[in-house]
T-cell receptor, first 112, second 114 residues
């Protein structure tokens, strides 16, 4: 039972372009929404995160947009670089359940 | 400052065998969570250990068990291995009370069951 749905499964973007990854969740008990970046052979690394009482958060080239009423959130990567090529996971954290629920991942390829 | 250390990095086991994976948390972290990441999928929560006890468990069978030691390190044990247990097993540590804010993941143990 997938509680966090992520799309697209894969994404190819030209260098300098904008990468957009979308996620939707079902459980309203989630109280924190992080995005993770994972390179081959490595564990996920926290990229940026947002609380549901905030509609947007920006850190450098990375922006999360959050729509609480629609139960959707997205990651925007501005000025995408080849070094951004990785798998990105959205996730939702439940403090009461003390666990992260991950999306299925998006494999991003940024062409030089 | 060492992060989360997992061992071994790779492991091949035969169906029906038992396996033990190990995790040393980041310095200052006292909570350890284990996740299973199948190929091409997002990680799935197995369980969390705090104060040497299993505090929360995901939807995994009893074949999956764990332990936390007084120095906060942890083990994940899987009995009666199935082909479907082949996956990357991730350990994440965090300071108590910070939830996933303080999560640091290790690089994982790649388990292959043949």
């Amino acid at each position: 039972q997938q509680q966090v749905k992520q799309s697209p499964q894969s994404l190819i973007v030209q260098k300098g372009g904008i990468s957009i990854i979308n996620c939707a969740y079902e459980n309203t008990a989630f109280d924190y929404f992080p995005w993770y970046q994972q390179f081959p052979g490595k564990g996920p690394a926290l990229l940026i995160a947002i609380r549901p009482d905030v509609s947007e958060k920006k850190e450098g080239r990375f922006t999360i947009s959050f729509n609480k009423s629609a139960k959707q959130f997205s990651l925007h990567i501005m000025d995408s670089q080849p070094g951004d090529s990785a798998t990105y996971f959205c996730a939702a954290f439940s403090g009461s359940a003390r666990q992260l629920t991950f999306g299925s991942g998006t494999q991003l390829t940024v062409l030089p | 400052d060492a992060g989360v250390t997992q061992s071994p990095t790779h492991l091949i086991k035969t169906r029906g065998q038992q396996v033990t994976l190990r995790c040393s948390p980041k310095s200052g972290h006292d909570t350890v969570s284990w996740y299973q990441q199948a190929l091409g999928q997002g990680p799935q929560f197995i369980f969390q250990y705090y104060e040497e006890e299993e505090r929360q468990r995901g939807n995994f069978p009893d074949r999956f068990s764990g332990h936390q030691f007084p120095n906060y390190s942890s083990e994940l044990n899987v009995n009666a291995l199935l082909l479907g247990d082949s996956a990357l097993y991730l350990c994440a540590s965090s300071p108590e009370g910070q939830g996933s804010y303080g999560y640091t993941f290790g690089s994982g143990t790649r388990l292959t069951v043949v």
